[in-house]
């Protein structure tokens, strides 16, 4: 007969644990650690685990915080187990990462333990999240606007993430501690109603049970089970349809465009999961402007959030991957002589420029562009093209973002970052080697033509 306690029952159900596993348990001296962490201890022979405490000490309750680091170090050796305590202060952190409180708190306590595990050796970190640690937190993604994956939330195994009382409930874990005597810490800030998960537990969850649902955490815990499901069946159909759309080391854009809108959805977070190693702040928002972009068959470069991942469409390719750090030419600008030749060192070339009476052939080449002298407003310079430079390109009405021109004349990023341009004293006339502007258009009625020839320095 097994001797797994009952509230381990996640670990029987998810068959969690594997002879020869060394576990790292979180441990914060609250009820549901202290119980989790007994437990363990109870059948870890029977499982052929090696169980190492971890506790991380946040500093944000002064000597409180201290008694818990001290509790938990007392009960890692009452239990003859080894222990590895750290400390932060999240406060700091906050400020400089400009977090809130919470997010702060969580990203140190997680950065520990993943340094613990790997340094320990361990090959699971145990947390203990309960059932109703998971309902709250559905609840709480559902009114922060969530997709599936927020109501998948705290799956029992989550790579090395393991949850023993993911389907325990907090009154089994409270009758635990009562049977056998445990002694426990209590969180003082756990009963601040400033904090959102706080007002949820004390204040929504109970006005939902008495007014609307007095089964709601259980409901919310079927609902989150369903999304599981559907997440994992997502998942697997998104890995197999991402093989059939891969092309060399991108996605092609006409096959993408031809799947279903949601699995299309699926293989982009997907391949953005895997570049980025997480999703963290990749939003609904994000995926459907990508995906619009592949519909509309336009190319085009969206950053996602942190700076350091970019997807990009050119052509039929689709790369998702670090933001290329392409050379920029040095910051430059220079009057152009009229007429002469001017020198550009930054970039390797020569502008020639030549004063005209009157130009037969309007139409020219890409390194040249045909002026309208008596439309120029002052002075003619060239400079690096700037964010924000806009100009109105020949043939159209209206200005256009120079990035939008980059994207429709499919301009590599590369040659974007050695952009030059063409001004006078209050727009842009010419970007070089891509389009003159409208405003200065050559027409018949034009009596002197400025001709800007650009050429590489031999």
């Known amino acids: 007969m097994s001797c797994i306690p009952d509230i381990l029952k996640a670990a029987r159900l998810h068959s969690m644990f594997s002879p020869g596993d060394r576990v790292l348990v979180a441990v914060s001296g609250g009820p549901d650690s202290v119980a989790m962490l007994h437990a363990l201890h109870l059948c870890a022979e029977e499982l052929g685990i090696i169980l190492h405490v971890a506790h991380f000490n946040h500093c944000l309750r002064g000597a409180e915080s201290d008694e818990d680091e001290r509790f938990v170090i007392e009960l890692a050796n009452a239990l003859k187990l080894p222990y590895k305590t750290g400390r932060a202060e999240v406060r700091s952190y906050r400020k400089n990462a400009k977090l809130g409180e919470e997010e702060a708190a969580r990203q140190l306590r997680y950065n520990f333990l993943q340094y613990s595990l790997s340094e320990l050796g361990c090959n699971k970190l145990a947390v203990g999240h309960t059932?109703?640690?998971?309902?709250?937190?559905?609840?709480?993604?559902?009114?922060?606007?969530?997709?599936?994956?927020?109501?998948?939330c705290m799956r029992p195994i989550a790579g090395h993430v393991v949850r023993p009382l993911i389907e325990t409930w907090r009154t089994e874990i409270i009758e635990y501690l009562l049977k056998n005597g445990l002694?426990?810490?209590i969180d003082s800030s756990n009963l601040d109603t400033s904090y959102v998960r706080n007002r949820i537990r004390l204040q929504l969850v109970p006005l939902l049970e008495?007014?609307?649902?007095?089964?709601?955490?259980?409901?919310?815990?079927?609902?989150?089970?369903?999304a599981e499901r559907s997440v994992e069946a997502m998942e697997y159909f998104a890995s197999q349809t991402a093989l059939a759309v891969e092309y060399g080391s991108a996605l092609d854009a006409r096959l993408a465009s031809d799947l279903l809108p949601g699995l299309a959805a699926e293989v982009i977070r997907a391949e953005i999961q895997r570049v980025r190693g997480d999703l963290k702040d990749?939003?609904?928002?994000?995926?459907?402007?990508?995906?619009?972009g592949i519909l509309q068959g336009e190319d085009f470069a969206i950053e996602l959030p942190g700076g350091d991942i970019s997807v990009e469409k050119?052509?039929?390719?689709i790369r998702?991957?670090?933001?290329?750090?392409?050379?920029?030419a040095e910051p430059f600008e220079i009057d152009l002589a009229v007429p002469g030749c001017t020198n550009i060192p930054a970039l390797g070339i020569t502008i020639e420029t030549q004063l005209l009476d009157k130009v037969r052939v309007l139409r020219v080449k890409p390194n040249v562009a045909l002026l309208d002298a008596d439309k120029v407003r002052g002075r003619l310079r060239i400079r690096n093209a700037k964010p924000g430079d806009r100009i109105q390109p020949f043939g159209m009405t209206g200005t256009?973002?120079?990035?939008?021109v980059f994207v429709d004349k499919k301009i590599p990023p590369g040659e974007r970052s050695q952009a030059a341009v063409v001004v006078d004293d209050e727009r842009v006339l010419w970007v070089v080697g891509v389009t003159a502007s409208e405003e200065a258009r050559v027409t018949e009625t034009t009596c002197r033509v400025i001709r800007l020839i650009a050429a590489p320095d031999q």
């Open 131 to 152: 059932a109703d640690d998971k309902a709250e937190t559905i609840l709480l993604n559902i009114l922060r606007g969530t997709g599936l994956d927020g109501l998948a």
């Open 183 to 185: 002694a426990h810490r």
């Open 210 to 226: 008495k007014d609307y649902n007095p089964q709601i955490k259980h409901a919310l815990i079927r609902i989150g089970k369903i």
């Open 282 to 292: 990749v939003t609904y928002e994000h995926v459907e402007q990508i995906l619009a």
């Open 314 to 317: 050119l052509g039929n390719d």
């Open 320 to 328: 998702i991957g670090p933001r290329e750090a392409y050379e920029r």
């Open 400 to 404: 256009k973002k120079l990035q939008d």
